[in-house]
Every structure is written in C-alpha cells, then in structure tokens.
C-alpha cells in the first residue's frame, strides 16, 4: 500500500506565481450565507467555503452533513486547512475540519462553465489550493471549483457495520459537486454546465463518480487524466514487492484494515475509534490508498462497471502522457540502484512469468536508449496508456469521447528530480500547463507557452460544449506537443495488442 500511495501521488506537488494586484470587496451570497473574497486582475477568488460540516467528533467517519449557516459575512480570502495528511518526512499536516472549497471566476461572469478540479494524490495527500486556476479562468472564460475532500484513513477508512466504510472521500466530492449546483450561479457559472474534471487520484475519482449511482445528475461532463477506470498492474511491475491490483479496493478488505487498526490504537469500537487522536489513526494512512467498491455509493469495481455499460452517459474527455511511468522507474534506480540488462531480464520474469519472452521480443533493449526506459515504456504502456485506451473504447459505445496524449518530451523537471534522468512526458507532467501548481516553480518556453494556451482552450472548450476535436472513433488521439497537436495511434505506439486489455 506504501507502493501504491508513492505511485499514485503527484510525484511532488508553481510555488504559486503571484497573480498581481489584488482588491477587496467582492461579496457574495451562498446558500449558507455571504462570503468576502478578493478581487484580481481580470478575475475573483473566494477561498476556504465550507461545502459540509466539520467531520470531527462524532462525525468522524459519517457521510458529509450540511453546514451550518454562519452569520454575517464570512472572510473567504485564505484557502482552507488540507486534509490530514503525512509529508515525504513523516510530519502530519492538516486538521479534519477540511471540507471546503476555493472558486475562481472571471472579474465580470455570468453562466459561465463550470470545472470541478479533484486534486490527485494517491488519495492519500494534496489539496484543492495548490492548483490555482486563474489562467484557465481568465483566458478560458470559465468558473473553476477546486476541492479538498477526506483522505487517507479519514477518507478511506472501513469497520465491520460501519456505514459507509470506504468512500468517505468521495461522498465528500459528492456533497461538493451539490454545492456547486446551488451555488455556482452566485459566483457567474452556469450550474447546469459542471464538468468534474481530475489528475491521478483525481482522475480516479471522476471515474468512480461516473460509475456511482449516488453521482447521476451531480455533473455533465467528466475530465479524466492520467486516471482511467481500467488501470491496473500485474504484480512487481508498479513497484518491487507490490501485489497486482488496482486503484480500488474491496470493502471487506477495507474493513480488514479498520479493524486491525482500531486493535492497534487499543479501540473495540468505533465510539473509541472516533475519540482517537488524529495522529495516532493517521500513522496508518498508508492502508487506507483505496476507495472501496462492493459499497452502496461504488457498487462495483469501477472497471467492472464500465464493462458492463454501467456509468452516466456524459461526454468525457480522457487522456495520458506519453511517458507516464518514468517518474517511478527513476525513483526505483534511486532506490535499488541501475536497471542493468540482466536486471531488465529478471523485471520481466517477475511481473510477465512465461509471457516475459513475448514482452521482451516487443521492448527490446536494442529499441531504447537504456534499459531504465526500455522498463518504463513497459510499465507505462501496461499500466497506463493501453488501459486508457481500452476504456476510450468502452465508453465511446455509449456516449462521446475526446481522447489525448500529453507528448512534450521536455517538459519542466519538478524541484526534487534526478539530475540527468530523461523523464519525458511523466506522471503529472502536464499540470503546469494548465494551473500555477503549489511548491513547483516550473519555468515554460516560449513553444510550451502556446501549447499551455492551446491546452486551456481545448480543455475550457469542451467544459462549455463537450466538442474539443473530432470524437475518439476507435485507435487516434490528439498529441499534445510544443509543435502544435497532431493525431497519434496509441494502440501503435504502446503495443496494445500485445496487452489486449478490454
């Protein structure tokens, strides 16, 4: 589970470029009553609104409950605390009275699209301020919600009898996107036009709202990158030592965990469990990675759902980048040293068994320039872009898909990257492209320029109309690169035969 949460979060989360002048004096009603935000160049903020109740106390483990209203005019200038969560060093950040929400509108707005941002994170860490969206809102004339929503052990957490053991986190994205439908129209959006858009966990957690029956009618249109309901991995291929899996867990399993915990923190109850200190519960975050399925909110595993033509009909834009998996397979040289030829040869055994002669006859290492990223094209295509593919596929049968690839080779480096490792179009790569990304100061060409602009009005152009570019019809996407985008054949250019997933 510690694999899978270094796997699935943002390999390290602009500090956040100063946006220019602000002004005060921007008030505006919602439902719960009025709120103080700040004025910009070109655009509004309004930051840390309460969408749900504090899930403290008693309400520790309970679905969202409906915020109470506040008197006079609430302050909405600073974003709100992050959900509890461990840093890379262990030390616990954020505090359980987390579920808000940040709006940013354009300066003069009305009925404006709307774009509900899930932060990723391996549902374990992130928070919806540390994607400030005032460029997509500006130069795509937009509304964009970003959202915390519970994580780890607070969000994830199962009990024997427990209600609702395993998708606290995503009843709380759910209870947000209400929010928004009541009150996107005060901020200028349009609440009938809400695109629920994600990265990683982010984008998991948009495909487990499509396959959600609680979700129906919460938003019209879904945005999934670098999340597909059908990715999965065989075992040892994520990560030395981890089991095959998906991002999504049983509730049995779930609930497995919970009680093995409340043992450890000495509790035979969830009364006990819900008194316990927030740091002892949070030292076992790790366990809780996982939404869990076989639940009344996930019914089924999200891929399962899918096959089965089980999701909302909405137009979905989905997509990945080009080099998905490098990140890990640099972290993995750091952690365990080069991935030598004979390395390479024992990789595949481990994960592929007796198909490991058939992968290596389609990678060989004669094809790539070492063997470190003759492994990540394998893991990226297994893992990755052919189950993206796949469910392209099984979703084009019902309703219509725009399928891209995020391609810039060079894009920029995060702070804490190998010097010299060529990590391509990585995990998360294209986030700078779209938003100012906390605690990474990524610098853009003049060329990414443009494709960060090209970007913002495909991704904005589908929240207003659902018709980016031609729609997926079987193999093609749009390739995102400084160049200008182009179409690809990703079932050519990550061997998707060989994988045949579907």
Known sequence: MAALTTALALPAAPARAEPGPVSRGVVVATDSG???????????????????????????????????????????????????????TALVVGNEDCLTLDVTAPARAERRPVIVWLHGGGFVSGAGSDYDPHRMVVTGDVVVVTVNYRLGVFGNFGYPGLAGSGTFGLADQQAAL??????????????????????????????????????AGLFDKALIQSGS?????????????????????????????????????GCGSLDCLRQAPAAALIAHNGLFAKPAYDTPLLPAE??????????????????????????????LQSAYGPITPQRYGQLLADSFGDRAGLVAERYPLSAYPSPALTWAAVATDRIWSCPTLAADRLLARYTAVHAYEFADRDAPAQPDFLPGFPYGAYHGSELPYLFD????????????????????????????????????????????????????????????????IG
């Open 34 to 88: 009025p709120v103080h935000g700040a004025s910009h160049d070109g655009y509004r903020t309004f930051q840390g609104i309460p969408y749900a109740a504090p899930p403290v106390g008693q309400l520790r483990w309970r679905d969202p409950q409906p915020v109470a209203p506040w008197p006079g005019t609430r302050e909405a200038t600073a974003p709100g605390s992050p959900c509890p969560q461990l840093t890379a």
């Open 178 to 215: 209400r929010w928004v439908r009541l009150n996107a129209a005060a901020f200028g959006g349009d609440p009938r036009n809400v695109t629920l858009a994600g990265q990683s966990a982010g984008g998991m957690s948009v495909c487990s709202q499509l396959t959600s029956p609680s979700a």
């Open 229 to 265: 309901c059908l990715i999965d991995y065989p075992k040892d291929l994520f990560w030395p030592g981890m089991a095959a899996g998906s991002p999504w867990t049983d509730r049995s399993t779930a609930e497995g965990a919970g009680h093995g915990v409340a043992t450890q923190v």
């Open 302 to 331: 999200p891929a399962a759902a899918l096959r089965e033509g089980r999701f909302q009909r909405v137009p979905v834009l989905e997509g990945g980048n080009r080099d998905e998996h490098r990140g890990w397979v640099a972290a």
């Open 437 to 500: 990304v906390a605690h990474w100061p990524a610098q853009l060409t003049t060329d990414q320029q443009l494709l960060a602009d090209r970007m913002i009005r495909d991704w904005t152009a589908f929240a207003r109309t659902g018709h980016p570019w031609p729609r997926f019809r079987g193999t093609e996407a749009m390739s995102f690169q400084p160049d200008g985008p182009r179409t690809v054949n990703l079932a050519q250019e990550h061997n998707c035969d060989l994988w045949a």
